[in-house]
Structure formats: structure tokens, C-alpha cells
């Protein structure tokens, strides 16, 4: 994460006032460092490129920025020794609940911190850090004041055809239906007939594979399942997340 944004600062001085002694990275997709790690937070696309002999060196492993699959998660969890997938935002000083892979599906608040529903969007309260009433643009199923589902951003929702769709529920049920699928993930693209015609990202597949991801489409509600296949190098953002919208969708 670079220092130069928020959110990066705001890890920068955290670690600082707990005295952490810190390694200064590059910002890239593929890292090295030297030594041993007590903790490490990156996007999961960064920490899926990490060779086991660097991940060996690391204690803790906390993922941020982007949602993990259950093909991801599988393969972090054979790779690193402690995983945390964290949940938060720069409005609330970045994290404010974590969840644990490998344990249950859901996240469980850190300390002071409750969170209710408005709506379909996700609302935050941590009075200790002066977030009151925060309104979010996720979308999430709440179990109780401390623990919740995240299903998806509300502002990366796929409108199509009328319907709402989360992509990141996409991803999951791919990967239920097809758990070792290539490397892939769902979008959307500007179409005329459907407003936003979601689409599967994925590296090349063999017809093989392709037969059997559209078997996975199956599993699927009519209007949950992608309307195409788009095969090559997969779209990412500057900051190495999955890029799930074409320009103009």
C-alpha cells in the first residue's frame, strides 16, 4: 500500500505508535524482502504471487482491498501459517472487523466497534475512533451488533436487465460449483440489450475447461449467469485489484 495515499499513512503511523520496526517495500504485485516477518498486510493477488519460501518467513498475514475466493483461500491457507482477511475503510481508520480464513465465513467486529443495517448498506459505529452512524457502500447480511456477511460493494453492483447482481457472489458460486477453475472472476461490459451484460474474466481455458465452467453457469440462476466468457490476460486497477467493469458499464 502506497504511503503516499491515505489509507497507506494511516498504516504507516499505526505501526509507528505500536513500534513496529518497518521494512519499506516497493509498491508492486511481486515483493521480496529480507528476514523474517512478524506481520505483513497486502492485496490477495500479492500474496498469491509470494513463492513458498517467502511466505514461510511471514507469522501473520493480514489481506485487504479485495475479496478472497474459496480456490484463493484454499490455496493461502497451504501457503501461510496465520491468514486475516480484514474488513475497513480510510473513513474509519482503516480496519474495523476481521475474519479469520479457514474459520467461519463471516467478520467478526474488532473492539468497539457495531455495525447495523440500513437498507441494503452496511452501517459502522466505532464511537473511540469518532465514527458514528457511518453509512457504507457495501452490501451485507448483519448476524448480530459484531458480526456480519459481506456480499459485495453497492457501487460494483451489475445492473442487468433490471436486476442487481454482486459479482464477488458470482465469484463464489463459480468456485462451488467448479473449485478448481483457472484463475478468473466475474464482470460486467456495456451492452445494449441488457444496460450491463455481466461477463467472466478468465485466463485461456482449454475446451476442457471451458465445457466444464459453463456447466458451472448451471448452477446458477438464469439471470445470475454470465452472459460470456472472456478469455486473455485478466483486467486489473493500477493498484493490482480485479478491474470488474469495462469503460463505460
Not at 481508520?93 to 465465513?105: D, I, K, Y
Not at 452501517?123 to 457495501?138: E, K
Not at 463464489?172 to 478448481?180: D, G, T
Not at 475447461?209 to 452472459?227: I, V
Request: some cysteine.
Amino acid at each position: 500500500m502506497d504511503v503516499a495515499g491515505t489509507g497507506g499513512r494511516l498504516m504507516l503511523w499505526r505501526a509507528l505508535e505500536l513500534g513496529m520496526t518497518l521494512q519499506i517495500l516497493p509498491v508492486a504485485r511481486h515483493l521480496t524482502w529480507e528476514g523474517p516477518l512478524d506481520f505483513l498486510a497486502l492485496v490477495p493477488q500479492q500474496a498469491l504471487s509470494l513463492s513458498p519460501q517467502l511466505a514461510a518467513q511471514v507469522d501473520s498475514l493480514l489481506l485487504g482491498g479485495a475479496p478472497v475466493s474459496p480456490q484463493e483461500e484454499e490455496q493461502l491457507l497451504n501457503t501461510f501459517s496465520s491468514v486475516f482477511h480484514g474488513f475497513g475503510m480510510t473513513e474509519t481508520l482503516s480496519h474495523v472487523a476481521l475474519r479469520t480464513l479457514g474459520g467461519e465465513p463471516y467478520y467478526t467486529c474488532l473492539p468497539g466497534v457495531t455495525v447495523s443495517l440500513d437498507q441494503e448498506s452496511l452501517v459502522i459505529d466505532a464511537p473511540q475512533r469518532g465514527v458514528h452512524a457511518l453509512r457504507t457502500t457495501d452490501a451485507a447480511e448483519v448476524h448480530s451488533p459484531t458480526s456480519f456477511t459481506w456480499l459485495g460493494r453497492l457501487d460494483g453492483a451489475v445492473l442487468s436487465g433490471g436486476k442487481k447482481i454482486f459479482p464477488e457472489s458470482i465469484d463464489h458460486a463459480i468456485a462451488a460449483a467448479y473449485p478448481e477453475h483457472p484463475t478468473g472472476f466475474a464482470g460486467a461490459v456495456p451492452d445494449a440489450e441488457w444496460g450491463e451484460a455481466l461477463v467472466w474474466y478468465s485466463l485461456p481455458l482449454s475446451d476442457t475447461e471451458r465445457h466444464r465452467l459453463l456447466k458451472a453457469f448451471e448452477s446458477l440462476a438464469s439471470w445470475q449467469r454470465p452472459k460470456r466468457i472472456m478469455e486473455g490476460e485478466l483486467p486489473v486497477t493500477a493498484s493490482g485489484k480485479w478491474k470488474r467493469k469495462a469503460e463505460g458499464s
